[in-house]
């Protein structure tokens, strides 16, 4: 389902709520939480690798695992690399409320301010994925006919979709 304007995605919101197909009060909260057990994962992961203690990489497995209990009651329904694109989302929403935090604490008032818009931008989107706001319908698929044929490398499904995004993106443009 394709979102064109404020109002459906209200309307969206509330039919999901009425149908009690999601609290998103809990699931904000849970949604915290899971962000702060990415969190503590990469912390038992430096913490082990600093000390030379491989326990911390037991604790990490254990919190790693009730994460991905609490993050699916979350992500019910997802395809392809969705459910790793959520927790990246969050893992980055989360680093940058930090790093946010930070440049506050040194009065660092417009950097905070930004990283904090980020941060909110990749929570929001984490959301959209998840509430099925973002309609992939569209996106036509990768065919034999839209590569190059006189790829003599043959590197591979990666290979071509790299030589694509090269051929399409320029990061340059604002």
Known sequence: MSINNYQELVNKIDSLKKQDKMDLS???DLSIAIMNL????EHFFFTGIKTGKAN?????????????ELLKKIIKDYEGEVW????????ASMRLME???KALGR????????????????????????????????????D???????DEKKTGLM????????KVIDCCIE
């Not at 660092?108 to 973002?134: C, H, P, Q």
């Not at 034999?144 to 006189?150: R, Y």
């Not at 290979?159 to 090269?166: D, N, Q």
């Open 26 to 28: 809990s699931d904000q």
């Open 38 to 41: 990415i969190s503590i994962e």
């Open 56 to 68: 911390y990489f037991d604790l990490l497995n254990q919190v790693r695992a009730l994460r991905k």
């Open 84 to 91: 790793c694109i959520s927790k990246h989302l969050l893992a």
């Open 99 to 101: 790093v946010g935090t």
């Open 107 to 142: 009065d660092n008032r417009a950097e905070a301010e930004d990283l904090f818009k980020k941060a909110f931008d990749l929570y929001s989107l984490f959301w959209a994925v998840n509430m099925g706001m973002i309609d992939t319908s569209g996106i036509k698929k990768l």
């Open 144 to 150: 034999d006919n839209m590569l190059n044929k006189k």
């Open 159 to 166: 290979g071509k979709f790299s030589a694509i995004v090269k």
